[in-house]
């Protein structure tokens, strides 16, 4: 059974960075899979904000382009989000999610599944401004 465990949350001030890790164990499967970051403020829903797929092409939620990237260490089996030039409203708790990575024989290519299957607990980050 796979576990991600999320680190690397805090306190900023807005224009500073923060460097979030997502470690994963209990799987080799980490170097295949589709990984991705979410966060939640209150009161609000779940949003995504970068994704990654097995081959390292990597995605972002408009108001992330240009100042979040989104990594992965196969060796290490972890995941990272570095944040620069936050603002107030990147205030959120902040989870990473795995999901299902496929093989198409037709293509012969790996694609991810639509749904992410595997969570985090989540690692705070706030941003004052």
Known sequence: QVHLVESGGGSVQAGGSLRLSCAASGSSAFTRRCMGWFRQA??????????????GNATYEDSVKGRFTISKDNNKNTLYLQMNSLKAEDSAMYYCAGRVVRYRSASHDWYCDDDYTLWGQGTQVTVSS
């Open 42 to 55: 209150q009161g609000m829903q779940r949003e995504g904000v970068a994704h990654i797929d097995t081959y």
